[in-house]
């Protein structure tokens, strides 16, 4: 704070800028997408006060991915013509290997029927 005194009287003046909750709001919710210190630029705060409202807030200090990168190989494998409908599918065996994020590895050989195939999706992805 600085101040002026003029004979009786103290003149203090305040020379913190005052951000309003919307304001606050707003930039919090773009540390969820983009860099603090590219929305610290943006909105005119110091880092600091980003973290410090982040903090507040009960953000955590990491962003989480909207969408994880997952790697995908396609093992190489005979060519084979694709079935035009399900009755038309492939009577030899395959065999489909999934391994998730955490090292998990999910196996199915022999004739896979596609109705089970999509529960194992949908149960993968919860």
Same mark, same amino acid.
């Given at each position: 704070?600085?101040?002026?005194?003029?004979?009786?009287?103290?003149?203090?003046?305040?020379?913190?800028?005052?951000?309003?909750?919307?304001?606050?709001?707003?930039?919090?919710?773009?540390?969820?997408?983009?860099?603090?210190?590219?929305?610290?630029?943006?909105?005119?705060?110091?880092?600091?006060?980003?973290?410090?409202?982040?903090?507040?807030?009960?953000?955590?200090?990491?962003?989480?991915?909207? %969408? @994880?990168?997952? $790697?995908?190989? +396609?093992?190489?494998?005979? #060519?084979? *013509?694709?079935?035009?409908?399900?009755?038309? %599918? @492939?009577?030899? $065996?395959?065999? +489909?290997?999934?391994?998730? #994020?955490? *090292?998990?590895?999910?196996?199915?050989?022999?004739?896979?029927?596609?109705?089970?195939?999509?529960?194992?999706?949908? #149960?993968?992805?919860?």
């Amino acid at each position: 704070m600085s101040g002026h005194i003029s004979g009786d009287d103290i003149i203090v003046v305040d020379t913190r800028r005052r951000w309003s909750e919307a304001e606050r709001q707003r930039a919090l919710e773009d540390t969820k997408s983009s860099s603090v210190s590219s929305v610290a630029r943006k909105h005119g705060v110091a880092k600091s006060l980003l973290f410090r409202w982040r903090k507040e807030a009960g953000l955590s200090g990491k962003r989480r991915s909207l %969408a @994880p990168f997952v $790697p995908v190989r +396609i093992a190489a494998s005979p #060519a084979i *013509g694709l079935p035009t409908s399900a009755a038309a %599918a @492939p009577s030899e $065996p395959g065999s +489909i290997e999934i391994e998730l #994020a955490d *090292g998990t590895k999910l196996r199915m050989s022999g004739t896979v029927k596609s109705e089970a195939l999509k529960h194992v999706i949908a #149960a993968l992805r919860g």
